[in-house]
Structure formats: C-alpha cells, structure tokens
C-alpha cells in the first residue's frame, strides 16, 4: 500500500471518527450491518444524545441505501422468543439523556437494500428529530463486528 492510500485511509478513517450532531443532538459510535452479503435487509446502530434542555423524539429515519426505512425493536413473544417490530411513535429521548441502538434492541432497519452493504464502505442516513429536525449521519458499514457485551438491557426505552 502506497504513502498516498495509507494515508488517506487513515484520514476517512479519522472523519468517520466525528460524531454527527445538530441542534443538541449527538450521534456517537454508528455502524450498520448485514446478516450476508446476499441480504435484502440490514441494520443501523449507534448511540443518540440529546444534550438539550428539552424532550425529543426520534420520529423517522431515511437513506438512499435501502427502499424502505424503519425505527424497529425487539419484544419478547414468549419465553425468551424475540420478535422484531416497528416501534409506534418514534424513539422518545429525554432532555439530558442517552438512547443506545444496539443488536437486539432497537435500530433502524434497513430493507430493501439498494447495494450490499459491504464491509469499511460508508451510507447516509438521514434521522429525523420531532424539535431538531434533520441530522445526516455517516454510517460505517461493519459486518464483522460482535454484539455488545451485555447489550440485553443497556439500552433505554
């Protein structure tokens, strides 16, 4: 690898590092995933602060990297079988605090994909606020990458 490639892998790797913010809205540590690279659908995670002084919601999401785009959760159906589904409303974030996206929690659903989500490539998505309206978030595509230890229960609802 050249001089010029390293180097630039390691500035886009740097840009990626920024959290996307807007109007007291900050997304940290986003990645999106496929189950393979033949799937229809996907996955968006990541962690949303709102470091405003008021209540929002995140009331949808969008991006040209899928047909269709959905705020989805997991409930449990019966004895420990989870479900995945829509999430009615929008993601309520209080003034102040931290919402976590992660695997078997809630996320944005990707599906329809209009491309493989393929490994260190990047998509856009567009969240939308209820009060802080639009943020664009660049997206790390990152199959490899192992659920969270202790995912079941560190996220907030």
Not at 18 to 27: H, K, L, Q, R, S
Not at 77 to 93: A, F, K
Not at 138 to 150: L, M, V, W
């Amino acid at each position: 690898m050249s001089f010029r490639t390293t180097f630039a892998a390691a500035f886009a790797a740097a840009l990626l590092s920024f959290p996307a913010f807007a109007e007291g809205i900050t997304v940290l540590d986003p990645y999106a995933r496929a189950a393979s690279p033949a799937a229809k659908s996907g996955a968006a995670f990541m962690m949303i602060r709102n470091e405003t002084d008021q209540d929002d919601t995140l009331i949808a999401a969008r991006t040209d990297a899928a047909a269709r785009v959905e705020l989805h959760t997991h409930i449990e159906v019966s004895d420990g079988v989870l479900q995945m589904t829509e999430i009615d409303g929008g993601i309520d974030l209080p003034a102040g605090g931290t919402h976590h996206m992660l695997r078997g929690g809630d996320h944005v659903m990707l599906m329809g994909l209009t491309a493989p989500l393929e490994q260190d490539a990047t998509i856009d998505v567009t969240l939308v606020f209820e009060k802080a309206g639009e943020v664009v978030v660049t997206i790390p595509i990152d199959n490899e990458r192992k659920p969270e230890a202790g995912a079941h229960g560190e996220h907030s609802h």
